[in-house]
């Protein structure tokens, strides 16, 4: 199916669509509804410049396709995007707006997001963006289609930031509780030190440096800890990327039994929550995940407490909403973007709130 073709199709539509690639983020957001519209069929880079540092890919592709290529020149995408099995699309990648363990320190997907082709709810062909950041002008409208999802209209082709691979990686180890290693990640995070990505669970934090190696081998010396063989680390990094680790394929057992994941978003300076079940801590301290039996309200209200919010990531029920409830000028806003982009609502109803 080419361009024109989907086009048409989403001219034509009566019902709505529900935009999909290998559905590997179904579960994310509210349940997907609609007639099927793949982007399969749009596969392939269409450029790639590394002395640029960007690509444009098609939004069918998968993301380890792209990431291959990228290694090929020791570049990726520094936000890390789960992939979720390998399933993972580059349009799904955008649309579901999720990042990785560096997202703290390197940026998120909208951060890397430089351009889009998007067909509207009109079946109208827009372009948004350019190859580099100073040549796009004005609002910068693709960055809004990053965790849409999908609910804007059809991506077709996106442009990303690439970065190089860091000259040298190492990963220590130290014995926490929660309260030393959220002190400690918010005393470090205000020191000149190579930190890329943090995680704690079970009494362990787990810090990764990146850089120079010079930078990296004075950090190590700074810190102390114990460092983890590279082979090791890599694995460990790897699968909290891609929700693979230990931690999640637990989570995945719990939800099955009743409870329900959820993704925290918070000052990095916050306090431990007293929430009961486990907990993992990203980010820097600003992303915690809980994985819990507790009532929505009792997770939501904790969260709203210390200024943040709370995603139900996965859960067998949905009914209490994926996403933090908007106030009423957000709802509104929410609502004429929603409107201006696709006016007969035909894409991905609901995917986001219920009545959008």
């Known amino acids: 199916m080419n361009l024109a073709d989907l086009q048409a199709q989403i001219r034509d539509a009566r019902t709505p669509l529900r935009i999909t690639g290998h559905g590997s983020k179904d579960f994310y957001g509210e349940a997907p509804a609609g007639e099927p519209l793949s982007t399969l069929a749009l596969n392939g880079v269409t450029a790639y410049e590394p002395s640029e540092l960007f690509v444009s890919v098609l939004a069918g592709t998968p993301v380890f396709d792209v990431e291959a290529l990228l290694a090929q020149n020791r570049q990726r995408f520094a936000f890390e995007p789960p992939r979720f099995g390998g399933k993972g699309t580059v349009g799904g990648m955008v649309a579901a707006g999720l990042s990785g363990p560096a997202r703290a320190a390197l940026g998120s997907v909208r951060d890397h997001l430089l351009g889009a082709v998007l067909i509207n709810g ?63 990640l918010n005393r470090w995070g205000g020191e000149p030190l190579p930190i890329e990505a943090s995680a704690w669970w079970d009494g362990a934090l787990l810090l990764r440096l990146a850089g120079a190696r010079a930078a990296v081998d004075a950090a ?50 916050a306090p431990e929550l007293k929430l009961h079940g486990e907990q993992l801590i990203e980010w820097g301290g600003a992303q915690r995940w809980v994985v819990t039996p507790m009532e929505p309200a009792a997770v939501r209200e904790a969260a709203a407490a210390v200024g943040g919010h709370a995603t139900l990531f996965r859960a067998l029920d949905k009914s209490p909403g994926a996403f933090a409830p908007l106030s009423a000028p957000l709802a509104a806003i929410h609502r004429r973007l929603k409107a201006s982009f696709d006016p007969h609502g035909v894409f991905n109803p609901g995917r986001l709130y219920a009545d959008l």
Not at 124 to 131: A, R
Not at 223 to 245: C, N, Q
């Open 122 to 184: 009109r079946g109208e062909l827009l372009s948004f963006g350019g190859t580099v950041m100073k040549n796009v002008a004005g609002f910068d409208v693709s960055r809004v289609l990053a965790g849409a999802m999908g609910q804007l209209g059809l991506i077709t082709e996106v442009t990303l930031k690439v970065m190089p691979l860091p000259a040298a990686v190492a990963t220590l180890r130290f014995e926490f509780d929660q309260p030393a290693a959220l002190a400690a």
């Open 220 to 269: 190590c010396a700074r810190l102390g800890g114990d460092v983890i063989p590279d082979e090791m680390a890599g694995a460990f990094w790897l699968g909290l990327r891609d929700h693979a680790d230990e931690f999640f394929l637990g989570a995945e057992r719990a939800v099955a039994g009743g409870a329900r994941l959820w993704r925290l978003s918070l000052p990095s300076t």
